[in-house]
């Protein structure tokens, strides 16, 4: 298996399980929180409370999208500032996420993950360049 090989599969693994990451993220503030219960959570640290109907739409859609390879570098830039500002909320809490109200190196890190997945692109069995192919065909 050649570099190039490997890389693709490396940014599939790290796409998917991204992509898998905040699908689950989403649906917890869904199914779990409740979206009343999120947006009360996000009024109570001052956020606008429609901003939780963002993050929440953000989390499903881009995780959806990371998941089947559709526009990766774009959606991981675009939930970077999601994961920003989980960092910024835990920042008080402390360094371990395992703190109380958890703590701010998990989300950094995802933000991190984020970033090098913008970097390294879709990876191998995207839909992303499939569908732009069949565009294309079709305008010609």
């Keep these: ?20 990451m905040a699908l689950a993220h989403g649906l917890l503030k869904i199914f779990v929180f409740t979206i009343p219960g999120t947006v009360g959570y996000f009024a109570s640290l001052g956020y606008p409370a429609i901003m939780a109907y963002g993050v929440i739409a953000a989390e499903v859609i881009g ?27 835990h ?5 371990v996420f395992s703190s109380e109200n958890g703590g701010w ?3 950094a890190f995802w933000t991190v993950t984020l970033v090098v997945q913008a970097l390294l692109g879709n990876g191998a069995y995207a839909l992303g360049p499939i569908l732009t192919a069949r565009r294309q065909t079709a305008a010609a």
């Excluded at 298996?1 to 898998?20: E, W």
């Excluded at 995780?63 to 910024?88: D, E, H, K, Q």
């Design 1 to 20: 298996m050649t570099d190039t090989a490997q890389s693709n599969y490396a940014a599939l693994i790290l796409r998917v399980s991204l992509g898998s």
């Design 63 to 89: 995780g959806l999208a990371l998941i089947a390879g559709i526009g990766t570098r774009y959606v991981s830039l675009a939930l970077v500032p999601v994961l920003i500002g989980a960092t910024i909320t």
């Design 91 to 95: 920042a008080g809490n402390g360094w």
């Design 105 to 107: 190196e998990f989300p």
